[in-house]
């Protein structure tokens, strides 16, 4: 019968007089679960064989501050033991510590990589964590204004009036530019969602992004024009649009920003940005003067039918040009859209394509993830080492993978190809793209075997990879690619270590 294991130890603190820096122990708690129970005989044979031979040791750790120690047996038993990191308070940490914290390290993980960029403070410079605090309370009182404006805006066109008037109007005014105000605050719920939980990902593919972001903005559109059918429902289906057109922003304006940058070769993004403004400030003029003989001609206004088809019409156009604007962009940065272009064309022909081709045959529409084969990484070693000889596999992986920053590994069936990659502790974007061409090896060399067909396959792709990827490296600098700043970011939810112990 299996039995459960769990010990406990308090945190405690101890400053050094020499430097006054803590040096903190957190409590933790280690959970484990026990074999069944095995003969006498039994368990002095196993006892022995423990002793006399070293245990393999794999320690996978996660980003919410827990680990898991998976300890190799024998070829069928891993012995897997949880180990649970609890918050820990410091004690005799002063008020001047804290002070002197720019790092933030009091803020709990999970707001912290809600409000500031991943990798803070060392992914930004020095001045940004002060330019942040001050400019809250700046915008703060910058939307107080703006209530209060709308507030005299809808006073302005006849809901309400100033003082003079009965106290109804100007009842119905506050409530009138409240119900508005609360409009924008509902979208800018989506913005303040968007930008806390996916600001990671803008780097990786702003065209894609950008183009989402009018997608979205066309379906709170919709939600707009339905108010005219549903007027009762104003206020829901006002909300409603503008939450869709503000998440629509929320990916937008950092889309954009990053191809701004992409642009501002001569490190003149200011100038750039402005000459940006210029045209689109002209195109809007240019709108708004088509826009309104859209609304003086009769056969428009005059049936709602006609007057979605022709919104229809017009933003289907706008949607097709905004694909073709950019269609014509040239990243010159590799992301996992394009390293899977640049790896599978050099398995299968062995050359890479220059930026121009490379970024033309980029699919702007369509999720990496959805690609083929399918690569998931960061995946659990839970997950990828599955059968009845568990030990053995995990042994052979990591002989395998001895000299790789990854495990990598297959699940193949007649209907599907998929690879499951777990990355060692101290991974680069380097190994993302070993990973990435291995996996597309594996995918044009498959074959429908079994599992030691595969564990060879596996071998053999390994020994391609070391022969042929330096061969790649050297093609993709010379067709003029950067490879100092790739967009392939290895996980930080999960990785792993491994050691032997006696």
Known sequence: MASAVRLSCNSFSVRSRRNSIPARVDRFQILCNSSPPHSAGEDDSRSFKEESEPHLVLLEKYGNGTSKRYILETDSQIRIVLEKHLPATNVLQDSRDVENDTDLSWLPKVIKDFILPAGFP????????????LQFPTNVTGWICHTLVTSSLLKAVGVGSFPGTTAAATAAASAAAIRWVSKDGIGAVGRLVIGGRFGNLFDDDPKQWRLYADFIGSTGSIFDLSTQLYPAYFLPLASLGNLAKAIGRGLRDPSFRVIQNHFAISGNLGDVSAKEEVWEVAAQLVGLGLGILALDTPGITSSYTVFVSTWLGVRLLHLWFRYLSLSVLRFNTINLKRARILVNSHVLHQKVPGISDCNRMENV?????????????????????????????????????????????????????????????????VAVLR???????????????????????????????????????????????????MNLKVPKEISIQEHLTL
């Open 122 to 133: 060392e992914s930004v410079s020095d001045d940004y964590l002060e330019y942040i605090l």
């Open 365 to 429: 529409l369509v999720w990496e993830r959805f690609l083929r084969p399918k690569i998931t990484f960061g995946v659990p070693l839970e997950e990828m080492v599955a059968g009845k000889k568990r030990g053995s596999v995990l042994r052979r992986l990591v002989k395998l993978y001895a000299e790789e920053k990854y495990f990598l590994v297959v699940k193949q069936t007649q209907t599907e190809f998929e690879v499951f990659v777990l990355f060692k502790e101290g991974a680069t974007n």
């Open 435 to 485: 990973s990435v061409w291995q996996s597309y090896w594996l995918h044009h060399n498959r074959t429908k075997s079994d599992d030691d067909d595969v564990s060879s396959q596996l071998e053999g792709s390994l020994i391609e990879l070391k022969d042929r990827f330096d061969d790649f490296l050297i093609q993709v600098k010379e067709s003029g690619w950067d490879t100092d700043q």
